[in-house]
């Protein structure tokens, strides 16, 4: 297989690049390196079948070039910066619905008719049932991030209706380990850094999330694009568990060796969109047999002693 990746030199297309070359496809990067790092594929560009082309999901004509030839496609280019999307609200539009369609206007142009989606779990919103099914009613959008992924999940589904596509969407929770470059971790650990006395939190800390080590995540969409041979397949990628924040914290600077005062924000939210309570129901991710094998502890330990190994990672952001 040929398989062609959108945001490649990120956290999780870099992660997912060395797998499908580990097993001996070829593979694609695509990425304007406006976030990713080309130091994400030095290994990847030591395999003969890997090919890096750097290039915005905007342009259209760029993409149709670069994806000749390619038989899959993994979707995971996006603009994941949901704290200050209310700033600049056409960039989730731009950089997520747009550039979705780009991707699928691509496909098109190229002949590909598969397509893996780096969906979220911030399409739910705020729910009321948890752990929250893939066909959870249809969810109040809260935050533009969401909202624009839906929408990518509309314009997937619509072309896999219309053009006899085929697409695999992924609700995500927050994803952490190797190559990790934004979230509360890397947040909280750059904070400590400069103050290992205080650490300032938003919203109260009792914030409830579920998290997913980056290579528990890739054997999941591995699992469901092998297994599942339906048109439209939409899973939710997880894990059984969720931690507050505050014990998230607590991980954190046990880990350091510090016992920082805690200063919080205040109110259930960290900022407008933020989802206080995020747990998705993974049964019928799990029905194919597939289960995480980092508890959220462990991965966030991992994630953690990756940053203090690659101070550059910090820089980088």
Known sequence: MRYFITGGAGFVGSNLADKLLRDGNEVVVYDN??????????SARRCGGFKFAKGDTLDADSLSAAMK?????????????????????????????????????????????????????????EPEVFPT?????????????????LSGEGLIEAYCEGF??????????????????????????AKLLKNSNELEVLGDGKQRKSYLYVQDCISAMQAVIEKSRGKVNIF??????????????????????????????????GWTGDSPFIFLDTKKVR??????????????????????????????R
């Open 69 to 125: 030839g390619c038989d899959f496609v993994f979707h995971l280019a996006a603009n994941a910066d949901v704290r200050f999307g209310t700033q600049h609200p056409r960039k989730d539009l731009e950089q997520n619905t747009i550039a979705t369609f780009n991707v699928l206007e691509a496909m098109r142009a190229a002949g590909v008719k598969r397509i893996g989606f780096a969906s979220t779990g911030s399409i739910y919103g």
């Open 33 to 42: 390196l406006s976030t990713g790092s080309e130091r994400f594929l030095e």
């Open 164 to 189: 006899d596509f085929q697409g695999y969407i992924f609700r995500f929770v927050s994803i952490m380990g190797e190559r990790y470059t934004h979230g509360h971790v890397l947040d909280f650990y």
């Open 133 to 149: 099914p893939e066909d959870y009613k249809f969810p109040v959008q809260t935050s533009l991030y969401g909202a624009s992924k």
């Open 236 to 269: 939710n990628l997880g894990t059984d568990e969720y931690c507050e924040v505050n014990t998230s914290i607590g991980w954190i600077t046990k880990a350091l060796g510090l016992s920082p005062k805690i200063k919080y924000g205040g109110g259930a939210r």
């Open 287 to 316: 029905s194919l047999g597939w289960k995480p094998k980092l508890t959220i502890e462990q991965s966030i330990i991992r994630t953690l002693e990756y940053l203090k190994a690659n101070p550059w990672v910090l820089e980088h």
